[in-house]
């Protein structure tokens, strides 16, 4: 089984542009979460959708973030315009409704903006 | 709100010795996951455990769940160089809406001096 796709691997921009990450969760997972790793913060969850509708939006840092979920198979994290403090490692994650819990985090999309 | 707190933040360890790592919660869990973190890798889930006092074993690794379901520990015996990561434990909020929603600790990053 394939896991969770993230593209690009790795990113870099200038400030101001505009960066699209996207996701593609396993197949049959109904939950799907971004997250956003740095040494200073550690992983912070920005937001996370059920059934493809965001459920949980309050760890989006402004509103330069947006997130969407057109289907069950894919979704996208859109900075725009992008800023240095972006820079991050940005993960997918998706998981399963069950009593479980856990996640299935894609290899990360590393993120630098200059 | 509900926070995952971790101790120690950074583990150096002498290959072959023993060390634990813990994990409280300002509130009961559900249950309590562990993940590791290889660096320039992605968080990949260890373990979960969900019964008060429970105590799960991986080789080297040894998971325990407290008696309160507040905290967790990771004892790692006779520690080698394939051990070096992160390790993070994750709690499911407690409130249904909440779902699948996972709090991160800010991990205990492990170094190994062979």
């Known amino acids: 089984d394939a896991g969770v796709i993230q593209s690009p691997r790795h990113e870099v921009t200038e400030m101001g542009q505009e960066v699209t990450l996207r996701c593609k969760p396993i197949?049959?997972?109904?939950?799907l979460f971004w997250y956003r790793q740095t040494m200073m913060r550690g992983l912070e969850l920005l937001i996370y959708f059920n059934n493809n509708v965001p459920i949980d939006d309050s760890g989006m840092p402004e509103d330069r973030f947006s997130a969407k979920m057109p289907n069950a198979s894919f979704s996208t994290l859109k900075i725009q315009p992008s800023e240095p403090r972006d820079s991050a490692v940005y993960f997918c994650?998706?998981?399963?409704?069950?009593?479980?819990?856990?996640?299935?985090f894609g290899p990360g999309t590393r993120l630098t903006v200059t | 709100g509900q926070q995952v707190m971790q101790i120690p933040q950074y583990q150096h360890v002498q290959e072959g010795e023993d060390f634990t790592t813990y994990c409280n919660s300002s509130?009961?869990?559900?249950?309590i996951q562990w993940y590791k973190q290889r660096p320039g890798g992605h968080p990949v889930f260890l373990i979960q455990l969900v019964k008060s006092g429970e105590v799960k074993k991986q080789k080297r690794l040894t998971f325990q769940f407290g008696e309160a379901k507040k905290n967790s520990s990771l004892h790692i015996t006779a520690t080698q160089t394939t051990d070096v990561g992160t390790y993070f434990c994750?709690?499911?909020?407690?409130?249904?809406?909440?779902?699948?929603?996972?709090?991160f600790g800010g991990g205990t990053r492990v170094l190994v001096k062979p």
């Open positions: 197949s049959g997972h109904d939950y």
């Open positions: 994750a709690g499911p909020k407690m409130i249904k809406a909440a779902g699948n929603k996972l709090t």
């Open positions: 994650a998706s998981s399963l409704a069950r009593q479980t819990y856990e996640q299935y």
């Open positions: 509130t009961t869990l559900s249950n």
